[in-house]
């Protein structure tokens, strides 16, 4: 199954993906998705190659940046074809989520209290936002307003559940209600946010569902808001992780989770 999915602004035919298998896979298609290669040279093996993140270099496609379950934050500098690790600076290393503008970073730990950490100049420094809301699953920088940094919960376990957005680059946060669940089942965390590269009020959030007896349904949510987050429907089911497609943002592309499909 699809774990996160890039996609190359400057050739869309290019699409990245991470498959959470059994044996974990970072995998490339040069056509579009139509075939696809395994490329994991550097990072580690087995389920710990997977990654749960990863992004393109907006001018320069042969940098990339991914999170692997084993930990840390890996680099590529040849399309993918090799890694290596770009740690440094970082007082924990587990990076569920990342989002990055320029030399502005932002990367979601999932520990015990899932902070949320920010770099100024590229990932060389790391630091915690003092006011930042904690216990995250994804987060998301608005391309037009970068300024604009959106989180999500993680795995909360109880009603109501909320995301979070700050105007000020993480100085300051506002609470932002996301109550899209039935009776039987709670949101458990926020899998992927993404913001609509030409228009700041258009938000997807994809979500996934704990049913009451604590165990994960294998169903989710995947959530549109056309007013900044004031009010949200239901589009989608399921969905593990999202990308515009950087010429066409009519273009979505989007990771199935129980299917294995990149739709």
Request: net charge negative; aromatic share 8%; with cysteine.
């Amino acid at each position: 199954p699809p774990w996160a999915i890039a996609v190359d602004s400057n050739d869309p035919t290019i699409v990245y993906a991470s498959s959470r298998s059994s044996n974990g896979s970072f995998l490339k298609s040069t056509d579009s998705g139509g075939t696809w290669t395994i490329s994991t040279s550097g990072l580690a093996e087995g389920t710990s190659s997977a990654a749960s993140s990863i992004l393109v270099h907006p001018t320069s496609s042969d940098i990339l940046i991914s999170c692997p379950d084993g930990g840390g934050i890996f680099r590529s500098v040849n399309n993918g074809d090799t890694w290596s690790p770009v740690s440094q600076g970082l007082a924990r290393a587990d990076i569920s989520h990342v989002a990055a503008h320029a030399n502005t970073v932002y990367a979601v730990s999932p520990g015990n209290e899932k902070q949320l950490l920010t770099s100024q100049d590229g990932g060389a420094n790391w630091s915690i936002p003092a006011n930042s809301p904690t216990d995250l699953g994804a987060v998301a920088i608005d391309p037009q307003v970068p300024s604009t940094v959106w989180v999500g919960d993680g795995y909360q376990l109880s009603n109501p559940f909320n995301v979070f957005r700050s105007q000020d680059s993480g100085v300051s946060w506002s609470t932002i209600m996301f109550a899209l669940y039935s009776p039987d089942q709670n949101i458990m965390a926020v899998s992927d946010i993404l913001v609509h590269p030409q228009n700041s009020d258009y938000l997807l959030v994809a979500a996934k569902f704990l049913v009451n007896n604590g165990t994960i349904s294998g169903q989710g949510t995947l959530a549109r808001s056309l007013d900044g987050g004031s009010n949200w429907s239901r589009i989608g089911f399921s969905t593990t992780a999202m990308s515009f497609d950087p010429n066409d943002p009519n273009i979505l592309y989007t990771g199935k989770e129980r299917v294995g499909q990149v739709l």
